[in-house]
């Protein structure tokens, strides 16, 4: 049994155990596209294993119709970060499936035809034919849902400046995982090129086996942060359109909400929270969040994610002048005035300081204290 065979063997039993784990002990409504993606990425690999091995050699009918999954694959991880991200739980149209209903009638047609004309289908190549044309739609189908599944990120990241004022290590988890299935699609892309028109001598380490690898660790880390992770805060949407026009509200409600903030930041230091949200901050001051929204963008001037983190780096440059915390690690006095990681606390005070604590501390304070 060779390596290949051996870890597909593994990412087989990995996505049949995932289907159970996702689907009964785990029973949620936002996981029913992680299932979907789980099972095709389970037909995937059996119709692979079936090919490499030439178990039930001859079986055209089962080998094409896993390949099917296929559409499925990218289908599946998009729509599953779209739920989970936005919260987007209607509008998820039939039409997606379009592809596969053409894939799966063209290869009944093709299959039927080659089945009761033999020999006739076999002079004119025909699944050799059919094999040629309908691989790089694969590949194509799949490239648009991951470009999507990009995007998708890419605007969840610009979002999240706006409600959350700290970094979730969950969205690292959902980049590499989308990194790592955009390669795995693009290496399939260069296989079908190479073996088809390129004929170069790379396949030693240009082949199918690295696609099916790459699909196995994918499997994995999504599973990850589905099952051990804590979920996203994922964005619900505005309900109300922001305006942008100073009158959306009153200056004496202005008032009355930044006299609230004031308060809940200077007294009760609310942003030593360190899962503090935007909906956490506006209950606190019976605002609703697009109100609180709007004051935060238009009055300060500022997103939430920095409205906050203004007031930590102020906290904590305080109390690096503090004696109390002249002997304290600087990672020690972040995380107590709210940062929740040390990349978050370096990227938020260059902002705000225009320059990295250690150059603060040898530019500004005596007693440096250790850096960790």
């Known amino acids: 049994m060779g390596l290949i065979e051996s870890l597909i063997y593994i990412g087989i039993a990995q996505s049949f155990l995932l289907v159970i784990a ?10 029913s596209f992680l299932i979907l993606f789980l099972v095709s990425t389970l037909l995937i690999l059996v119709g692979r294993l079936q090919y490499i091995t030439s178990y039930g050699a001859g079986i055209w009918w089962f080998f094409l119709f896993t390949d099917g999954a296929f559409y499925i694959y990218g289908l599946g991880l998009y729509s599953h970060l779209n739920k989970n991200i936005f919260n987007r739980t209607r509008g998820f149209s039939k039409l997606h499936f379009i592809p596969l209903c053409l894939y799966l009638l063209v290869a009944i047609v093709v299959l039927t035809f080659y089945t009761t004309n033999f020999e006739l289908g076999t002079k004119y190549n025909l699944m050799e034919k059919f094999h040629f044309f309908r691989e790089p739609t694969k590949i194509i189908h799949n490239l648009i849902y991951l470009f999507l599944s990009i995007r998708l990120i890419n605007k969840y990241s610009k979002e999240e400046h706006e409600n959350i004022a700290y970094e979730q290590p969950t969205i690292k988890y959902l980049k590499l995982l989308i990194l790592i299935s955009t390669a795995s699609v693009l290496l399939w892309a260069g296989v079908y090129l190479n073996n088809n028109f390129l004929q170069l001598p790379v396949t030693n380490f240009l082949n199918y086996g690295i696609v099916w690898v790459g ?15 804590s979920p996203l805060f994922r964005i619900e949407g505005k309900t109300v359109s922001d305006n942008p026009n100073l009158d959306r509200l ?32 506006s209950a606190s001051i019976d605002c609703s969040i697009n109100d609180l929204s709007w004051l ?3 009055v300060y001037q500022k997103s939430f994610y920095d409205f906050i983190n203004h007031y930590r780096v102020l906290e904590f440059v305080n109390r690096l002048e503090d004696n109390e915390y002249k002997n304290e690690t600087l990672l020690s006095i972040a995380f107590a005035v709210g940062f929740n990681s040390k990349s978050t606390f370096n990227r938020a005070f260059r902002d705000e300081m225009k320059c990295s604590p250690r150059e603060y501390i040898s530019q500004n304070i005596a007693n440096k204290p250790k850096y960790a």
């Open 250 to 281: 009153s200056e004496a409600r202005i008032n009355e909400l930044k006299a609230a903030l004031d308060r809940l930041i200077r007294q009760e230091k609310i942003y030593r929270n360190q899962q503090l949200k935007l909906p956490d901050l």
């Open 296 to 298: 935060i963008n238009n």
């Open 22 to 31: 996702v689907g009964v002990f785990r029973k949620d409504k936002r996981n």
């Open 215 to 229: 699909m196995i660790i994918s499997t994995f880390l999504i599973s990850l942060f589905s099952i051990t992770t």
